[in-house]
């Protein structure tokens, strides 16, 4: 029997979900902490977490659509080829350790928020985010792939690797975060079906995975509106910052 209250992870599933709808990231991450904090084997952690991320993120993904905070032309390339690499990556953390798989990520990210979070301080200009900019269909299935690979052998990565590489190309912020959240949904059910087929329906924390979405789906709409009102110079340097956190704690916690 886990030690734990209902209240307190409602209200960790609220706090995950502000962050990661304002951000784009920090919900899986979040919510695995917890749940292995407690004792749970990471597998069947990373499960838990995305069984209820698969409701959260789908009502995350609508709220932002609804406030205009996603690009249409990024969805089917992240989605196709995330889905894949959800699936080797699910199958892959049930039987291969990740401890160095997530250094060598952990490393790169904090590579990549020091980067954003230096352009948005120093080299900001408003115009850049501002153009429409064409994105490579390849260069979008190889970030869709290799985060959702990383997300599911760590119970989470998708938006601290697909949020600031789209973000570090001029996309505007907002419209990173709300593409890469809408996004999430069709990966995460990928990754939730995968892990229910291996593990079985009965390895899942359900009373956990529940609570967890009620905190997440009252908290969903709020950080879209947020996301969409926050100025992207602000946006863009908390992104960066959240990164950099999220990076040491991948690194020191492999």
Request: charged share 10%; glycine share 12%.
């Amino acid at each position: 029997m886990l030690n734990i209250r209902f209240w307190e992870v409602v209200l960790i599933g609220f706090l995950a979900q502000i962050i990661d709808g304002t951000v784009g990231m920090g919900y899986g991450v979040t919510s695995s902490s917890l749940l292995i904090s407690f004792g749970i084997y990471p597998a069947i952690s990373s499960a838990s977490v995305h069984a209820s991320e698969l409701v959260v993120s789908f009502v995350s993904g609508i709220s932002h659509f609804k406030f205009g905070n996603v690009r249409k032309e990024l969805l089917w390339p992240l989605i196709s080829f995330g889905i894949v690499g959800g699936v080797i990556g699910a199958c892959g953390l049930v039987r291969l350790p990740s401890s160095l798989i997530r250094f060598s990520v952990g490393l790169i990210l904090i590579c990549l928020g020091a980067l954003m979070t230096y352009k948005f301080i120093f080299k900001y200009n408003k115009s850049d985010i501002q153009k429409p900019k064409k994105y490579s269909v390849n260069k979008l299935r190889i970030l869709g792939f290799f985060a959702a690979f990383i997300d599911a052998i760590g119970g989470g990565g998708w938006g601290p690797i697909c949020t600031p590489a789209l973000i570090v190309n001029n996309t505007e912020p907002n419209k990173a975060v709300g593409s890469v959240n809408l996004a999430e949904f069709f990966v995460t059910l990928a990754i939730s079906a995968t892990f229910l087929l291996l593990l079985g329906f009965q390895k899942f924390y359900w009373g956990i995975v529940l609570w967890l979405i009620i905190g997440g789906v009252i908290s969903a709409p709020i950080a879209a509106f947020l996301c969409k009102r926050l100025p992207k110079r602000l946006l863009g340097i908390l992104v960066g910052i959240v990164v950099i956190i999220l990076s040491y704690r991948i690194i020191l916690n492999p």
